[in-house]
């Protein structure tokens, strides 16, 4: 089994719907997301696949979101954009991703960090 692990940012704000505290208050976030993909062919030359596909992709993912009121995109319209919701949003979005390539590859885990020392883990 092999496992890749690319890496990625957005700055986004939100506020949590039914939260009593500070974090109800409409509030930003520089989001970093790690993602892990994992399979086990490796293609003609070597690779589960290209560095700068994967990234391409997270890019993508996170594009929806960088500079937004996360509240304000879908599904989070209707969902808190907590760290527990967008790490399986982001992992859904990528396997999407993934599966329009023709590669056997999954998603491994995807973990969402709102700060130096809080971060969610999604595990498919």
């Given at each position: 089994?092999?496992?890749?692990?690319?890496?990625d940012?957005?700055?986004?704000a939100?506020?949590?719907?039914?939260?009593?505290?500070?974090?109800?208050?409409?509030?930003?976030h520089?989001?970093?997301?790690?993602?892990?993909?994992?399979?086990?062919?490796?293609?003609?030359?070597?690779?589960?696949?290209?560095?700068?596909e994967l990234?391409?992709?997270?890019?993508?993912?996170?594009g929806?979101?960088?500079?937004k009121?996360?509240?304000d995109?879908e599904?989070?319209?209707g969902?808190n954009p907590?760290?527990?919701?967008?790490?399986k949003?982001?992992?859904?979005?990528a396997?999407?991703e993934?599966a329009?390539?023709n590669?056997?590859?999954?998603?491994?885990?995807?973990t969402?960090?709102e700060?130096?020392?809080?971060r969610?883990?999604f595990?498919?």
């Open positions: 089994m092999y496992i890749l692990t690319i890496e940012s957005f700055a986004a939100h506020q949590l719907r039914g939260y009593r505290g500070k974090c109800e208050n409409i509030h930003g520089n989001w970093r997301v790690v993602l892990e993909v994992q399979g086990t062919e490796l293609n003609e030359i070597g690779l589960l696949i290209d560095f700068h990234k391409a992709m997270l890019k993508k993912i996170l929806a979101l960088d500079h009121n996360i509240n995109v599904p989070f319209t969902i907590s760290s527990e919701n967008l790490s949003y982001v992992a859904e979005k396997a999407e993934l329009g390539t590669k056997k590859i999954t998603v491994k885990s995807v969402v960090w700060s130096d020392t809080s969610c883990t595990i498919p």
